[in-house]
């Protein structure tokens, strides 16, 4: 687990939240690439996922940290986040850490994969992650302009719509390992045999 990790499992645990930043993303950089991993690495790993899919909590949870340790944190591969929200709090949980600061987005998605029973099954989901967006530093009133950001809707929106077309994305989590489809959270030991294989082709 890294620093990082580690820093916002605090925040969530003692109810900390970082000081409030002034105002929200814009729309341009609230749909920029979000990515875990060095922008040279020779192998991208695309994922799609919702913040309200269990199976993407569990992958989050078990199978990325040995990915991150194999291949992420060693220059071999980038993992690219992509957002294809399934129901609408996982819509408002997506936009909700697209506002947020960039170095602040990779903490929230592991707080809304960690915390995700509470939220999905609140009776006021939004309540729900106007208290995790704290932990990114955002206000009340910052989620609701962010919810209430038509363009960032539409952005998200598009990028269901363009993974669909490109990939047959229809469910969550799906990967994307150069062109190699991986559906559903599947064991490392199927990355593994991905990434490998891409490596093998990217040595040619």
């Given at each position: ?48 996922a919702?913040?309200?899919c ?33 129901g ?72 269901v ?44």
């Amino acid at each position: 687990m890294s620093r990082k990790i580690v820093f916002y499992w605090l925040l969530a645990m003692f109810g900390w939240a970082l000081p409030a930043v002034a105002g929200i993303a814009s729309t341009t950089d609230a749909l920029a690439e979000r990515a875990i991993g060095r922008p040279d690495a020779p192998v991208t790993i695309i994922e799609y996922a919702s913040l309200g899919c269990s199976h993407c909590a569990d992958f989050h949870k078990t199978t990325l940290p040995r990915i991150k340790a194999e291949y992420l944190d060693t220059g071999k591969a980038r993992l690219v986040f992509t957002d294809f929200p399934l129901g609408g709090a996982a819509v408002a949980a997506a936009m909700v850490a697209r506002c947020a600061p960039k170095s602040a987005y990779f903490g929230l998605i592991d707080t809304f994969f960690r915390e995700q029973e509470r939220w999905m099954r609140s009776r006021d989901p939004i309540k729900e992650i106007e208290r995790i967006a704290r932990f990114g530093g955002l206000s009340e009133q910052d989620v609701r302009e962010c919810h209430d950001s038509q363009p960032l809707l539409t952005g998200l929106r598009e990028q269901v719509e363009l993974a669909s077309r490109q990939y047959g994305v229809n469910s969550t989590p799906t990967f994307v390992i150069e062109g190699a489809v991986i559906v559903g959270a599947q064991p490392f030991e199927a990355f593994r045999d991905a990434i490998e294989a891409a490596l093998k082709k990217k040595a040619k």
